[in-house]
T-cell receptor, first 114, second 112 residues
Framework: AQKITQTQPGMFVQEKEAVTLDCTYD???????LFWYKQPSSGEMIFLIY??????QNATEGRYSLNFQKARKSANLVISASQLGDSAMYFC???????????FGAGTRLTVKP | DVKVTQSSRYLVKRTGEKVFLECVQD?????MFWYRQDPGLGLRLIYF???????EKGDIPEGYSVSREKKERFSLILESASTNQTSMYLC???????????FGPGTRLLVL
């Protein structure tokens, strides 16, 4: 069974600084995708970034990058130049390619301080 | 842009009532999903559907059923609501099974 672990229930970062949100996963599947979502207080889940297990380069989307270390089964999200609007819950998720089942971590609440 | 809508943002129901949560997507996605979200537990999959009239149980299907009569619409049904079903319910859709899931705004359900 797949399991996603986010060990940081809450994180604080100063505005304009970078922050890393941790995510580790456990799977026996060889082909899978890793996802990060942002959930502001409004409740909607916003897709941020995707990394495939066979992608050789780390994914980047604007200020978001994914530090993918396959051997360690970690997929940390790095947010550069934090903004006040980045304050939200962040969820790491994984889906094996052979099924429809996407697993989510418990989430990390990020607070950006002015 | 993908748009996933849910019929209600907030609902208050009484124990024993039958509750319908509706989800509609406008991108012709094949796959649709229902999750519930509880603090500290992340999102847990209730049911998903990969085609019209097709459904599969997720991790926590007990007390729920679903209906997908049309491709764009996926309904979650609480047959007899209970207080432990008070939660945030999120609907999502994706084109293929490898593809990104796009979420609706969520429905906060309170069962009294």
């Amino acid at each position: 069974a797949q399991k996603i672990t986010q060990t940081q229930p809450g994180m604080f970062v100063q505005e304009k600084e970078a922050v890393t949100l941790d995510c580790t996963y456990d799977t026996s599947d060889q082909s899978y995708g890793l996802f990060w979502y942002k959930q502001p207080s409004s409740g909607e889940m916003i897709f941020l970034i995707y990394q495939g297990s066979y992608d050789e380069q780390n994914a980047t989307e604007g200020r978001y990058s994914l530090n993918f270390q396959k051997a360690r089964k970690s997929a940390n999200l790095v947010i550069s130049a934090s903004q006040l609007g980045d304050s939200a819950m962040y969820f790491c998720a994984m889906r094996a390619y052979n099924n429809n089942d996407m697993r989510f971590g418990a989430g990390t609440r990020l607070t950006v301080k002015p | 842009d993908v748009k996933v809508t849910q019929s209600s943002r907030y609902l208050v129901k009484r124990t024993g009532e039958k509750v319908f949560l509706e989800c509609v997507q406008d991108m012709d996605h094949e796959n649709m999903f229902w999750y519930r979200q509880d603090p500290g537990l992340g999102l847990r999959l209730i049911y998903f559907s990969y085609d019209v009239k097709m459904k599969e149980k997720g991790d926590i299907p007990e007390g729920y059923s679903v209906s997908r009569e049309k491709k764009e619409r996926f309904s979650l049904i609480l047959e007899s609501a209970s207080t432990n079903q008070t939660s945030m319910y999120l609907c999502a859709s994706s084109y293929g099974y490898r593809e990104t899931q796009y979420f609706g705004p969520g429905t906060r359900l309170l069962v009294l």
